[in-house]
Nanobody
Framework: QVQLVESGGGLVEAGGSLRLSCVAS????????MGWFRQAPGKEREFVAA????????SVAGSVKGRFTCSRDNAKNTVYLRMNSLKPEDTAVYYC??????????????????WGQGTQVTVSS
């Protein structure tokens, strides 16, 4: 059974940085695309960033482009989300997502993934 455990969230002032981590278990981590979504109160879950199984490609949402970076360490079964220049509108619960199919990417227009429990990120103004 696939398990995803996020960590690294917290309270930060606007302009600050955080790095989220997501440790995966239950299958061969290196064969699956990974990504991050977020959900603010009263809003739908939205795509933030993703990385392919072999780190050959990454993608980020326009709202975080130039500020957030997604990376992975297959030796540690971990995917990261580095968040710089944080804004109050980045406040949300951040969820790690894992593709259900080998070699498939996490993409913005789907929610059919394995999910972590989420980690809260709060950015104060």
């Amino acid at each position: 059974q696939v398990q995803l455990v996020e960590s690294g969230g917290g309270l930060v002032e606007a302009g600050g940085s955080l790095r989220l981590s997501c440790v995966a278990s239950g299958r061969t981590f290196s064969s699956y695309g990974m990504g991050w979504f977020r959900q603010a109160p009263g809003k739908e879950r939205e795509f933030v960033a993703a990385i392919s199984w072999n780190s050959g490609s990454t993608s980020v949402a326009g709202s975080v482009k130039g500020r957030f970076t997604c990376s992975r360490d297959n030796a540690k079964n971990t995917v990261y989300l580095r968040m710089n220049s944080l804004k109050p509108e980045d406040t949300a619960v951040y969820y790690c997502a894992a593709s259900r199919e080998k070699y498939y990417d996490v993409v913005p227009l789907s929610l059919n993934y394995y999910w972590g429990q989420g980690t809260q990120v709060t950015v104060s103004s």
